[in-house]
Nanobody
Framework: QVQLVESGGGLAQAGDSLRLSCAAS????????MGWFRQILGKEREFVAA????????YYADSVKGRFFISRDNDKKTVYLQMNSLKPEDTAVYYC?????????????????WGRGTQVTVSS
């Protein structure tokens, strides 16, 4: 049974940093690309960042480029999202997802497994 469990969300003020973690189990983790998505209240879920399993190549949404950084530890089966210079508009539920593909993909439908999400709230 595949499980992705996010942690690290919470309350922050504008300009603060948070680091999200996503621990995976039940899959051959090192062969999956991993992604982070977020869903702002009342809006559709949107791509944030993704990282390949082999080269560690990362890709970011324009809205977070230069502020958020994705990384992974294949030994720990964990993917991280370091979020710096947080803004109130980053407030959302953040989800991690696993993709069997070998390239970075930004489309929600490309991902095979999803976590339940962790809330991030940024106040001004």
């Amino acid at each position: 049974q595949v499980q992705l469990v996010e942690s690290g969300g919470g309350l922050a003020q504008a300009g603060d940093s948070l680091r999200l973690s996503c621990a995976a189990s039940g899959l051959t983790y090192s062969t999956y690309a991993m992604g982070w998505f977020r869903q702002i209240l009342g809006k559709e879920r949107e791509f944030v960042a993704a990282i390949t399993w082999r080269s560690g190549r990362a890709y970011y949404a324009d809205s977070v480029k230069g502020r958020f950084f994705i990384s992974r530890d294949n030994d720990k089966k964990t993917v991280y999202l370091q979020m710096n210079s947080l803004k109130p508009e980053d407030t959302a539920v953040y989800y991690c997802a696993a993709d069997k593909g070998t390239t970075v993909r930004t489309a929600e439908y490309a991902y095979d497994y999803w976590g339940r999400g962790t809330q991030v709230t940024v106040s001004s």
